[in-house]
């Protein structure tokens, strides 16, 4: 079975200060993993994903995670926070074995103070 | 290229109606994918349609059920409708779920 755990439910950070916004996952097999934001009555958009290439993932906006095995987590980052990032992001795993099922973690608020 | 578009934006029923959602992927995709989004429970799977076949399907009843036509749109129904069913319903897109799905801006559906 597949789970995604968001260890934040709510994380403010100063405008130009870094973010961390924590994931830990859990799958049977090797899984896809996604972070996702979703703007205040606006769908979801795609920051970045790792199918089992480079474990370092660059994405949109400056975001960047890192998937670790060992520690079965996979942390969204960004080194200077921006207004405009203030949005609820969702953690998502999927498996080859059920790829069109993506399993979202419960999100994370992110709040960003000017 | 146009993104997922989903129709209505918005919707109001009554208990125990049904309602039918539609959903348009972007072209050339034929993975479509629907969630329901709630405050209390999060983004939840409803079902997978691929090439017009249900590939996954998420713990939900019978009352809720879906289909895809041969273009790639998607629809999806929900009979007797619950106050329970109000939420915000995602409809997503993908050439292969190892792309990541792009998602419409959804449904909002409030049952009264």
């Known amino acids: 079975a597949q789970s995604v755990t968001q260890l934040d439910s709510h994380v403010s950070v100063s405008e130009g200060t870094p973010v961390l916004l924590r994931c830990n996952y859990s799958?049977?097999?090797?899984?896809?993993l996604f972070w996702y934001v979703q703007h205040p009555n606006k769908g979801l958009q795609l920051l970045l994903k790792?199918?089992?290439?480079?474990?370092l993932v660059k994405g949109i906006n400056g975001f960047e995670a890192e998937f670790k095995k060992s520690e079965t987590s996979f942390h969204l980052t960004k080194p200077s926070a921006h207004m405009s990032d203030a949005a609820e992001y969702f953690c998502?795993?999927?498996?080859?074995?059920?790829?069109?099922?993506?399993?979202f973690g419960q999100g994370t608020e992110l709040s960003v103070k000017p | 290229k146009a993104g997922v578009t989903q129709t209505p934006r918005y919707l109001i029923k009554t208990r125990g109606q049904q309602v039918t959602l539609s959903c348009s992927p972007i072209?050339?995709?034929?993975?479509v994918s629907w969630y329901q989004q709630t405050p209390g429970q999060g983004l939840q799977f409803l079902f997978e349609y691929f090439s017009e076949t249900q590939r996954n399907k998420g713990n939900f009843p019978g009352r809720f059920s879906g289909r895809q036509f041969s273009n790639s749109r998607s629809e999806m129904n929900v009979s007797t409708l619950e106050l329970g069913d109000s939420a915000l319903y995602l409809c997503?897109?993908?050439?292969?779920?190892?792309?990541?799905?792009?998602f419409g801006s959804g449904t909002r559906l409030t049952v009264v």
């Open positions: 072209s050339g995709h034929r993975s």
């Open positions: 799958s049977s097999y090797s899984p896809s």
């Open positions: 997503a897109s993908a050439e292969t779920y190892l792309y990541g799905y792009t």
């Open positions: 790792y199918t089992s290439a480079a474990t």
């Open positions: 998502v795993v999927s498996t080859y074995n059920q790829g069109g099922k993506l399993i």
